[in-house]
C-alpha cells in the first residue's frame, strides 16, 4: 500500500464522523429548539455545554455540532501527521507541524 | 429566526455546497450575498455562518473526494503552510486598507484567472518528468470518475505554487472568501495537477484555511447557532449531491464553467466596491 492510499485511509473516516456525528447534534438542536420555542440564538461558552446537554438545551446541542464541524478539519491534520510518523517520512512530518503551528497562531491572534 | 425561514435558507445554501464541491471553492461567495441581500443579515453574522457553511463544503465533499483518492493529501498539507500564514497576514492588513481598492484589486485577479482558465489546455505531466525537478515528491494518481482511465501526474513549480498559495490564503484573511479561487487555477496551470485533482484538493484545504477565520468568529460570539447550523446542513447537501455530480461532468465542462463564474464574480466585486451592490 502506498503512503497516499494510506493517507486516505486514515483521513476518510476523520472527515466523515467528524462530519456526520456535527450534523446529527446540529439536527437534534435545530429539532429541540424548533419543538420547544427556546429562546435565545447565541453559542454556548465552552464550559456550559455539558448541563446544557444535560437539560436537553437546544444551543448546547448546536453549539457542539459547530465546534465540532470547526474541529473537523483540524483533527485531519493530525491524522496526516500519524502516518507520517508511522512511515518515517520526515519532510512531510515537518511540513504538518508547520501547518498546526501557523494554525495555533491564528488561534493565539484570534483570542487575544 | 422562524422555522421558516431556516428551511428557506438551508435549502438555498445548496446551491453553494453544490457549486463549492464542483469548483473546489468554498461557497462563501454565494452565501454571504444570500444571506446579506436575500436575508438583510447583518454582514458579520453573515461572514461568520458562511465560513461554518465553508467548512461543512470543504469536510462534505472532501470525505467523498479522498475516498476517490483525488485529493493529493500531500499537496494540499504542503499548500497549507503558506496559505494559513497568508490568511492570517491578510486579515492582519484588511484592518488598515480602504475596502474599494481591495475590492477592485481583487476583480481584476479574478478576470485574470478566468481567462486563463479559458486559453488554457490542460497538460498533463508524467510523475517522471517533474520528480527530478524537486527534491519534494508530491506526485499522485488517480482514476478519473468519468472515463474509467488511471491518470498519474508530477507536480511542479513547488516555489512558485507556495507564493501563489500564500497569496490565495492572503486574499483569503482579506476578502473572507476560501481562496478556492485562487488555488484552482495556479495548481493546474503553474503545478500541472490535473483539474479535477486539483479540485479536489483545494476543496480539501480550504477546511483549514475557513478554520482560522471560524475559531475568531467563535472566540468573539459571533455566530448565530441556529443559522450557523441552517447553512451547514445545506451546504453540506449540496457538496454530497456535488461530488457525484462531477462525475458526469468532463474537465473541458468544468473549466468553462470556472471561468463563467469568475466573471460573474469579478462583476459582483466591481459592483461592490462602488458601492452599487450591498455597500462594500
Sequence with gaps: ?112 | MEPLVLLLIALLCISAGLVGALMGIGGGLIIIPLLTLGFGIPMQEAIGASLIGVIATSTGAATRYVKQGLTNVRLALFLEMSTTIGSIVGALIAVYTDQTVLFLLFSMLLVYSAVMMVRHREIIFSPEDAACNDSLDLSCSYVDPKEDIKVSYGVKGLRKGLAYSGVAGMLSGLLGVGGGLVKVPVMNVCMNVPLKAATATSNFMIGVTALTGAVIFYGHGLLDAYLCAAVALGTFTGAYIGTRAVAHYSTAQLRKWFAVLLFIVAFTMVMKAFGLWGGA
Aim: charged share 15%.
Design chain 1, 1 to 112: 500500500m502506498s503512503e497516499q492510499e494510506r493517507l486516505c485511509r486514515v483521513v476518510q473516516p476523520i472527515l466523515r464522523w467528524g462530519m456526520m456525528i456535527s450534523l446529527a447534534l446540529m439536527l437534534v438542536g435545530l429539532a429541540l429548539g424548533i419543538a420547544t420555542g427556546a429562546e435565545g440564538t447565541e453559542i454556548v461558552p465552552l464550559e456550559d455545554i455539558p448541563s446544557g446537554l444535560v437539560e436537553m438545551d437546544p444551543l448546547a446541542f448546536l453549539t457542539l455540532g459547530i465546534l465540532l464541524l470547526i474541529i473537523t478539519p483540524l483533527a485531519r491534520v493530525f491524522g496526516a501527521l500519524s502516518v507520517f510518523l508511522k512511515e518515517r517520512d520526515r519532510q512531510f512530518v515537518l511540513v504538518s507541524i508547520a501547518v498546526l503551528l501557523a494554525v495555533t497562531v491564528a488561534v493565539l491572534l484570534g483570542t487575544i
